[in-house]
């Protein structure tokens, strides 16, 4: 009874998730301007989602993992980004038991232009909402850590208004004594619509 609250609750923040992002790809098309420039550009507005496999320390299992984004664009080469993402790992060998991980994200990007690629690196900072799930007993308390990442993908271009994309970050955690490891691998594949 418990595992299918979970599942259930797992699968409508999910459905959730898709049906605003799809809602927001919906409305910022009409809203682009009509004049076309380089994607990116300067004052340009990126936003979008990504899917993809967190790859936790060797307590927990790799896992289903989603984020969406936001992208201001600086420069045409340098970008600052915000994110939220989350992560459910299970504990190895207890899939019943999940560690749950929401992540706000803050940091910059360089990109270059290679083609219709425009690859990029970045870094920055965030702050990383974990609690323990057991099943069965009673929770322990969540907690709010501190962190870094460090990464770097690429956009492929479509046309002036979209782009798929690839990343693998790398989330550095505090990790307070005696308390599971947040610190993880991250390969996510996305959309980026910009206006």
Known sequence: ????RTARRATDTF????????LLLAVASPAR??????????????YGFDVGVLFPDEEFESTFAFDGFGEYYLT??????????WAHPGVDGRTEDHFR????????????????????GGAGA????????????????????????????????LNDESAIKVEIRWDI??????????TAATLTFGYKRFF
């Open 101 to 120: 991980q929401v992540k706000l994200l803050f940091g910059a990007n360089y990109n270059w232009i290679y083609k219709r690629f425009r690859p990029f």
């Open 126 to 157: 965030g702050v990383y909402f974990v609690r323990l799930k057991l099943d069965g007993v009673e929770d322990p308390e969540g907690e709010t850590r501190g962190g870094f990442f460090f990464g770097g993908g690429t956009d492929y271009i």
């Open 15 to 22: 459905a959730l998730f898709l049906f605003v992002s799809a």
């Open 76 to 85: 045409p080469r340098i970008s600052v980004r915000s994110m939220l993402a």
């Open 173 to 182: 955690v505090s990790h307070p004594p005696g308390l599971p490891d947040a």
């Open 33 to 46: 301007a009509q004049t076309t420039r380089p994607t990116p550009d300067r004052n340009v507005i990126g």
């Open 1 to 4: 009874m418990i595992r299918s």
